[in-house]
């Protein structure tokens, strides 16, 4: 069993991370980063035996000390906070654990960075990088991009600390409903179809024919859970630093296709007027989400087959298409919650 520091219990993925710890036997401890007292309590309602860390993500002399005492850390709560990174990272310095490792998710827009350049958004590119065969074309456009940061520390650590295990998750589009304590919902589908029932139609950016690859929110925390149990055999070379890049997916969908199928059932459901879907340019994309130019407009297309045959992980959570209505229902029920707190 391992002693474990984890941060974003609060949030969608670590939430789903936690819930699969409090019921999985591999945790001798969880130590949680919150925020504040009142998450804590939210944390703690749920999950009693979790001790609350008070701090958020610029509390380094924390995070160090807790990273120096863990078994094994998962940084769930942001994928390009460095300074928090780099706490971890220095705890590991000094750690008095054997071979501890860390657990850091990312985001596959890393890929995205053609149509970034090109201004392409909305436009094909039928690329699909490969976690495993392709794992040497991934570490160079990691270190090619300095602003992937904390993406380099963690693939780069162990080249300075021998003893020190490190792995990357590259979520894709994340989507289903989270079983964590707080947030439970996802952004790129979520927002997608937030959008499309504030305008009264389908969106997609530009042509709608970039793609990303998805896979549902609890095949992405079984994978982290898997890791975290491999944590303890100290043999599998393959699964960690230089090699310990992940692209869990399940499938591909263009957005053109999504938006169709988004704008389909809320028409279905009399939620829209039109169920016709239209295009719109990076900048609105940009207003209607954080990043919506190249969370909508990109492509990131991956094969993960580096989880699939060496951790024996494979995707088993309902399919994007099956989410579409659950996601749909979700923002109506939301919107209506949110009318009911005015009028209160
Ligand atoms: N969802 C996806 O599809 C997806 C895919 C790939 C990568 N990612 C990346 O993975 C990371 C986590 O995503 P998520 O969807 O789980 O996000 P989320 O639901 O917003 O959760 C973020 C978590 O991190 C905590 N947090 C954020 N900033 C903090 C700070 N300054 N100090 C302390 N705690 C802080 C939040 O705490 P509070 O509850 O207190 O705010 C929450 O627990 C993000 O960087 C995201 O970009 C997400």
């Known amino acids: 069993m391992s002693r ?18 409090s019921k ?55 994928s390009n906070h460095f300074p928090s990174a780099k706490a971890i990272s220095e705890g590991l310095s000094e750690t008095g654990r054997k071979s501890p490792v860390w657990i850091q998710i990312s985001g596959a827009s890393l890929l995205s960075g053609p149509e970034i350049i090109n201004n392409a958004y909305g436009e094909a ?6 976690d495993l065969e392709g794992v040497d074309e991934v570490r160079d456009i990691i270190a090619s991009n300095p602003k992937r940061a904390v993406d380099n520390l963690v693939t780069g650590l162990s080249a300075d600390q021998s003893g020190v295990r490190t792995a990357i998750i590259y979520g894709p589009m994340i989507y289903g409903l989270g079983r964590g304590p707080v947030n439970q919902r996802s952004i790129q589908l979520p927002d997608l179809a937030k959008a499309t029932l504030q305008h009264g139609h ?4 530009g042509k709608g024919n970039s793609i990303w690859s998805n896979v549902h929110v609890s095949d992405i925390s079984r994978l982290i859970l898997m890791l975290v149990a491999e944590a303890s055999n100290l043999s599998g070379g393959s699964l960690w630093n230089e090699h310990g890049i992940y692209f869990p997916e399940a499938r591909k969908q263009s957005f053109k296709e999504i938006g169709r199928k988004v704008a389909s059932f809320a028409h279905s ?27 909508w407009g990109t492509n990131a297309q991956t094969s993960g087959c580096r989880a699939r ?10 399919s994007l298409d099956e ?12 919107k209506k919650d949110a009318c009911s707190l005015k009028l209160a």
């Open 269 to 295: 459901k009399g939620f829209i007027k039109s169920a016709h879907v239209e295009a719109i340019d990076a900048g609105t994309a940009d207003r209607l989400t954080a990043h919506g130019a190249v969370l």
């Open 323 to 334: 989410e579409i209505p659950r996601a749909i229902l979700a923002e109506v029920a939301a």
């Open 309 to 318: 045959q060496l951790v024996g992980w494979k995707p088993e959570g309902p």
């Open 4 to 21: 474990i520091f984890i941060t974003g219990v609060s949030g969608y993925i670590g939430g789903d991370v936690l819930y699969r710890l």
């Open 24 to 78: 999985s036997n591999l945790a001798s401890s969880i130590v949680a980063l919150v925020r504040n007292e009142a998450r804590a309590g939210r944390v703690i309602e749920k999950y009693p035996s979790v001790i609350p860390l008070i701090g958020d993500l610029d509390s380094t002399a924390a995070i160090q000390n807790e990273a120096s005492k863990a078994d094994v850390i998962l940084h769930l709560a942001s």
């Open 125 to 130: 590119r039928l690329k699909v990088y490969n």
């Open 202 to 205: 389908g969106l997609h950016v």
